[in-house]
T-cell receptor, first 113, second 112 residues
Framework: DQQVKQNSPSLSVQEGRISILNCDYTNSMFDYFLWYKKYPAEGPTFLIS?????DKNEDGRFTVFLNKSAKHLSLHIVPSQPGDSAVYFC????????????FGTGTRLTIIP | ETGVTQSPTHLIKTRGQQVTLRCSSQSGHNTVSWYQQALGQGPQFIFQ???????GRGNFPPRFSGLQFPNYSSELNVNALELDDSALYLCASSPWEDNEQFFGPGTRLTVL
């Protein structure tokens, strides 16, 4: 039962353009969502998060949008840079005192110079 | 500020053996979570420790066990290793009251 889904295994974007990574979830009890970035041979690095009481959160080049009715979130990266090439994971958690994160399977983003 | 560290970096074991993986949490973090990441998959939650007690467990058999020490460092023990246990094992730490977890570089376990 995959509660967090990233349906695009890979995405290629030209440098300077917008990268949009998508994530869908099925568990309506999720109330906090996070995006992590992972380089080979390193652990995931936290990028940006959003609470279920918001529909948008921005941090520099990164913006996360949340559509609760569609159970969908997306990560926008503008402008895309070569250093953004990595695997991006969407993660979600409920608020029951257990900070377990449920991850998607990841999207490999490649920025083309 | 020292981040999350894990040891060893790589490990090769044979079926039936036992393994212990270690994690030092980031300074000030009292909660440690362990995840298993198989090839091509996202990290899967194994269990979490808070104040030396297990605080939640994912869908993993009892041969996966853990400990947390008074300094908040942690161990993951796996008994009776199976081929499917081959994966990257990630440790993440956080303050109890925070939503964000900070990950270590992982231990790559290969079971032959």
């Amino acid at each position: 039962d995959q509660q967090v889904k990233q349906n695009s295994p890979s995405l290629s974007v030209q440098e300077g353009r917008i990268s949009i990574l998508n994530c869908d979830y099925t568990n309506s009890m999720f109330d906090y969502f996070l995006w992590y970035k992972k380089y080979p041979a390193e652990g995931p690095t936290f990028l940006i998060s959003i609470s279920s009481i918001k529909d948008k959160n921005e941090d520099g080049r990164f913006t996360v949008f949340l559509n609760k009715s569609a159970k969908h979130l997306s990560l926008h990266i503008v402008p895309s840079q070569p250093g953004d090439s990595a695997v991006y994971f969407c993660a979600a958690r409920t608020n029951f005192g257990n900070e377990k994160l449920t991850f998607g399977t990841g999207t490999r983003l490649t920025i083309i110079p | 500020e020292t981040g999350v560290t894990q040891s060893p970096t790589h490990l090769i074991k044979t079926r039936g053996q036992q393994v212990t993986l270690r994690c030092s949490s980031q300074s000030g973090h009292n909660t440690v979570s362990w995840y298993q990441q198989a090839l091509g998959q996202g990290p899967q939650f194994i269990f979490q420790y808070y104040r030396e007690e297990e605080n939640g467990r994912g869908n993993f058999p009892p041969r996966f066990s853990g400990l947390q020490f008074p300094n908040y460092s942690s161990e993951l023990n796996v008994n009776a290793l199976e081929l499917d246990d081959s994966a990257l094992y990630l440790c993440a730490s956080s303050p109890w009251e925070d939503n964000e977890q900070f990950f270590g570089p992982g231990t790559r376990l290969t079971v032959l």
